[in-house]
């Protein structure tokens, strides 16, 4: 998975929250609790941007939408460049 992110990746959670560079990014992925499932209800792209929305459920039982748009280095779609993460 480290390889999916450049090393200058960007993060946008909210208009607030903003997390920099793939060290910080794997990190904030680690510490965030693990899915027990992931559906993905669409997933396009076009060029160098991607987006995929679904619903992801916790070990709590607790499920929630998702919706991410992603920038990619190239149009490979093989290293992301840009995450903006809207629910």
Known sequence: MPDAF???VTWEQS???RISGKTDVLEHLRSRPSPTS???LHA???GKV???NG???LANGHTRRFCHVFEFTNTK???ISVIKSYS
């Open 44 to 46: 396009i792209s076009h």
């Open 77 to 79: 779609a093989n290293c």
């Open 50 to 52: 991607g987006a995929a």
């Open 55 to 57: 619903e992801v459920t």
């Open 6 to 8: 450049s090393e200058d």
């Open 15 to 17: 208009e607030t929250q």
């Open 38 to 40: 992931i559906t993905v």
